[in-house]
């Protein structure tokens, strides 16, 4: 048996591969993209989280506020 390659197998080669490194590069820039908004949305949910303690602690010195004004009143 002759053991041969054609050009249809090295054309099929080339562009399998071809095919390989578009879909890779196309891989990378969507992780690329998706951790940039990972690390905008990370910081906007930190933002949240210490407003939302700073809400709690408010309403805690405006509770406090009301009871020594009713304890004054009576």
Known sequence: MERSVT???VFALVMQTG???IW???AG???DRLEAE???HGSSSERLA???EQIGQAR???TRI???LESRRD
């Open 60 to 62: 805690e010195a405006l």
């Open 29 to 31: 820039e969507r992780l």
């Open 66 to 68: 009301e009871r020594r």
């Open 7 to 9: 050009l249809g197998v």
């Open 50 to 52: 210490r407003l939302e």
């Open 24 to 26: 890779a590069g196309a």
């Open 19 to 21: 095919g390989a490194l």
């Open 38 to 40: 990972a690390e905008l």
